[in-house]
């Protein structure tokens, strides 16, 4: 692997040159003299120890209030698009809750059919046996119930 000395491994990592200068003298990095003298450690070494360099950003050479102020912009993004999300899964379950209560309403108009129904024939079985025991009105009990309900 590549030997680089202390300033390029501080830029490429992402670390400060005193940082770099405490793991070698703490025994945490290894490093060794280049024919100059200067201090140069092995990219391997700084792998081990530090994992693989920062990626180089894309706004590198952006002034750094413009990139927070992208970072921020970002942030934004992500949070409406969680908003949006929510907000289409609010939808869909109103959805489903309008359907369920169409199908409430549906299955509570067929009930009150079959019990008007149910009613309209036991109106009838009375008006019959009214009909047989005692003498005749002048208009049959379910007319006369209905007239009430047409009022």
């Known amino acids: 692997m590549a030997q680089l000395n202390i ?9 400060s040159r005193q940082t770099i200068y405490n793991y070698l003298s703490e025994g945490k990095l290894s490093g060794e003299n280049d024919r100059e003298g200067n201090t140069v450690i092995d990219s391997s ?12 950003s894309k706004t590198s050479n952006v002034p750094n209030t413009v990139q927070g102020e992208l970072v921020e912009l970002r942030q934004l993004v992500e ?15 109103l959805e489903r809750q309008v359907s ?6 549906e299955a509570l108009k067929v009930e009150n059919t079959r019990q ?24 049959p009990l379910l007319e006369q119930i209905s007239g009430l309900w047409k009022k």
């Not at 792998?47 to 990626?55: L, M, T």
């Not at 009838?124 to 046996?129: A, E, I, Y």
């Open 116 to 139: 008007g129904e149910r009613l309209e024939t036991a109106l009838k079985t009375l008006d019959k046996s009214l009909d047989k025991s005692l003498p005749s009105p002048k208009k």
């Open 79 to 93: 949070i409406e698009k969680l908003k949006r999300t929510h907000a289409e899964e609010r939808k869909q379950d």
């Open 7 to 15: 300033s390029q491994v501080a830029r490429r990592w992402g670390k």
């Open 45 to 56: 070494e700084m792998i081990r120890v530090f994992g693989e360099p920062q990626a180089k």
């Open 100 to 105: 369920e209560l169409k199908d409430t309403i």
